[in-house]
């Protein structure tokens, strides 16, 4: 048995790792800081070991491996003490490459926006169209209640993210992962604490599309230019999805339903039939058609395709219903990017065409606490009726790069929409409690845990 140890354990995929390498026979422990659900539950449910914070001590001296995370850098006294003993170290992508994919037929879901819901998607496919896969998550994907999944089978679903591997290796973590069937639904800027510009994501997604191999398969998502332009790059056949004319895998006439939203499927240009999925919005559509182009590949038949689609059961804090109080609707969702935020307050217009819109904000990724995405910002939340951004989580940026709340906020006034900063949690749920009223929908949007307040609201709506 091998005795490891991650440090930045808490981290969806660090934990989604441990519980891996633990259902694997590895003996396995960690560190990290700010542990909140989802992920610590799968650590606590998995029996791992967690330390919260950092320590020299955590380092023993059986130790075979430690796995060490992006979100660490040299002066972690746990990374220091690493380096100082000469223990054997790598990275997250590197471990989950050496130990899972070197054998697998290696189904990588990239780009800047969906990779989560079209991971679970598509192993989802896979699993109710016979296959018997593995999969490894960035959330918790309810139809198996974990964000990862063992398989027997030969293929291995994997979410690529283009976020760098670790202290020591700045190059995007999806460049380890050996894919055979690739997808890149689209390109925009992102990570801006380490791309300096569009050009440069571009440039890790095309060193991405040239390992897929001449027998492998890239999908590209046809309404994305960027993720269009990767083509030309291609030593692979190359299939695109989307709802542009043209796309291999077009859908069209969409419209929502009771259960989520129904769609026709042009197939190479010919009616393929009618489907479903249990999801809101166009984006949650073209996640839809890319996962049923990788299970096509994969061997699964269009008919199986369209019950399994049906029964798929969504991901955790994607748009996710968290409960109600007064008849107000309160709903979770990790948007942090300006397209991702517009996308789902999109989704949730088409399906409350009357009720009013409250946008909760927390700007608490690397990128959103940068005044870089101010004016996309404006214009993501303009279909909100109401719009509450909360303080910047990264506090510690200069003020002159630092986004201003504030700003953004005058922004909006000054278009005509209903928005105000309030800074903290308490005055969030106070202001809310105080102003929605029935048939009012909440979405509360961040990328962390926010301290609670999906919780903290339904208990005061519900008091």
Same mark, same amino acid.
């Given at each position: 048995?091998?005795?490891?140890?991650?440090?930045?354990?808490?981290?969806?995929?660090?934990?989604?790792?441990?519980?891996? =390498?633990?259902? +694997?026979?590895? $003996?396995?422990?960690?560190?990290?800081?700010?542990?909140?659900?989802?992920?610590?539950? =799968?650590?606590?449910?998995?029996?791992?070991?967690?330390?919260?914070?950092?320590?020299?001590?955590?380092?023993?001296?059986? =130790?075979?491996?430690?796995?060490?995370?992006?979100?660490?850098?040299?002066?972690?006294? #746990?990374?220091?003490?690493?380096? &100082?003993?000469?223990? %054997?170290?790598?990275?997250?992508?590197?471990?989950?490459?050496?130990?899972?994919?070197?054998?697998?037929? *290696?189904? /990588?879901?990239?780009?800047? @926006?969906? $990779?989560?819901?079209?991971?679970?998607?598509?192993?989802?496919?896979?699993?109710?169209?016979?296959?018997?896969? *593995?999969?490894?998550?960035?959330? !918790?994907?309810?139809?198996?209640?974990?964000?990862?999944?063992?398989?027997?089978?030969?293929?291995?679903?994997?979410?690529?993210?283009?976020?760098?591997?670790?202290?020591? &290796? $700045?190059?995007?973590?999806?460049?380890?992962?050996?894919?055979?069937?690739?997808?890149?639904?689209?390109? #925009?800027?992102?990570?801006?604490?380490?791309?300096?510009?569009?050009?440069?994501?571009?440039?890790?997604?095309?060193?991405?599309?040239?390992?897929?191999?001449?027998?492998?398969?890239?999908?590209?998502?046809?309404?994305?230019?960027?993720?269009? *332009?990767?083509?030309?790059?291609?030593?692979c056949r190359v299939e695109t999805f989307g709802l542009s004319d043209g796309a291999d895998w077009q859908g069209c006439d969409l419209a929502v339903t009771s259960?989520?939203?129904?769609?026709?499927?042009?197939?190479?240009?010919?009616?393929?039939?009618?489907?479903?999925?249990?999801?809101?919005?166009? @984006?949650?559509? %073209?996640?839809?058609?890319?996962?049923?182009? /990788?299970?096509?590949?994969?061997?699964?038949?269009?008919?199986?395709?369209?019950?399994?689609?049906?029964?798929?059961?969504?991901?955790? +804090? +994607?748009? #996710?219903?968290?409960?109600?109080?007064?008849?107000?609707?309160?709903?979770?969702?990790?948007?942090?990017?300006?397209?991702?935020?517009?996308?789902?307050?999109?989704?949730?217009?088409?399906?409350?065409?009357?009720?009013?819109?409250?946008?909760?904000?927390?700007?608490?990724?690397?990128?959103?606490?940068?005044?870089?995405?101010?004016?996309?910002?404006?214009?993501?939340?303009?279909?909100?009726?109401?719009?509450?951004?909360?303080?910047?989580? %990264?506090?510690?940026?200069?003020?002159?790069?630092?986004?201003?709340?504030? #700003?953004? !906020?005058?922004?909006?006034?000054?278009?005509?929409?209903?928005?105000?900063?309030?800074p903290g949690v308490p005055e969030i749920v106070e202001v809310v409690v105080r102003e929605a009223r029935a048939g009012d929908v909440v979405v509360i949007m *961040?990328?962390?845990?926010?301290?609670?307040? @999906?919780? $903290?609201?339904? &208990?005061?709506?519900? &008091?």
């Open positions: 048995m091998k005795n490891v140890h991650l440090i930045g354990v808490c981290g969806t995929a660090m934990a989604t790792l441990a519980a891996m =390498l633990k259902r +694997r026979g590895y $003996k396995v422990a960690g560190s990290d800081q700010n542990m909140y659900p989802p992920m610590s539950d =799968l650590l606590v449910a998995e029996g791992i070991r967690t330390f919260e914070g950092f320590a020299p001590e955590h380092i023993t001296s059986d =130790l075979d491996l430690v796995i060490v995370g992006n979100a660490i850098s040299r002066g972690n006294p #746990e990374l220091e003490e690493v380096l &100082d003993r000469k223990i %054997r170290y790598c990275s997250l992508p590197e471990m989950v490459r050496d130990e899972f994919l070197w054998g697998a037929r *290696s189904i /990588v879901i990239a780009g800047t @926006h969906g $990779k989560t819901t079209t991971t679970s998607l598509a192993a989802w496919l896979l699993v109710d169209g016979g296959a018997d896969p *593995s999969a490894l998550i960035g959330g !918790v994907a309810a139809n198996f209640d974990a964000s990862f999944r063992l398989g027997s089978g030969r293929d291995f679903v994997i979410e690529g993210d283009e976020y760098d591997s670790a202290f020591f &290796d $700045k190059t995007a973590k999806f460049l380890k992962y050996l894919p055979d069937i690739a997808v890149v639904a689209n390109v #925009e800027f992102d990570h801006a604490d380490i791309y300096p510009d569009l050009a440069a994501v571009l440039l890790a997604f095309r060193r991405f599309v040239n390992l897929v191999p001449r027998s492998g398969l890239l999908v590209l998502g046809a309404d994305s230019d960027q993720a269009m *332009s990767l083509k030309a790059g291609a030593r259960t989520g939203t129904a769609f026709r499927l042009r197939k190479n240009g010919r009616l393929a039939g009618e489907f479903e999925v249990p999801l809101l919005g166009a @984006h949650n559509v %073209r996640n839809a058609l890319a996962a049923m182009a /990788v299970a096509t590949a994969a061997g699964v038949s269009l008919d199986r395709l369209r019950p399994a689609l049906r029964r798929f059961q969504g991901v955790k +804090r +994607r748009l #996710e219903f968290r409960g109600a109080g007064r008849g107000v609707l309160v709903y979770d969702d990790f948007a942090h990017h300006p397209t991702a935020i517009a996308e789902t307050l999109g989704a949730l217009r088409l399906g409350n065409p009357k009720g009013r819109i409250w946008a909760i904000f927390e700007p608490r990724s690397a990128t959103s606490c940068l005044k870089v995405f101010h004016r996309e910002f404006v214009e993501a939340f303009s279909p909100a009726d109401e719009t509450i951004i909360a303080a910047v989580f %990264r506090s510690q940026i200069p003020e002159e790069r630092r986004l201003s709340p504030e #700003e953004v !906020v005058a922004d909006l006034r000054r278009a005509g929409r209903q928005a105000r900063y309030v *961040s990328n962390g845990g926010f301290d609670r307040i @999906h919780d $903290k609201l339904l &208990d005061a709506l519900n &008091d």
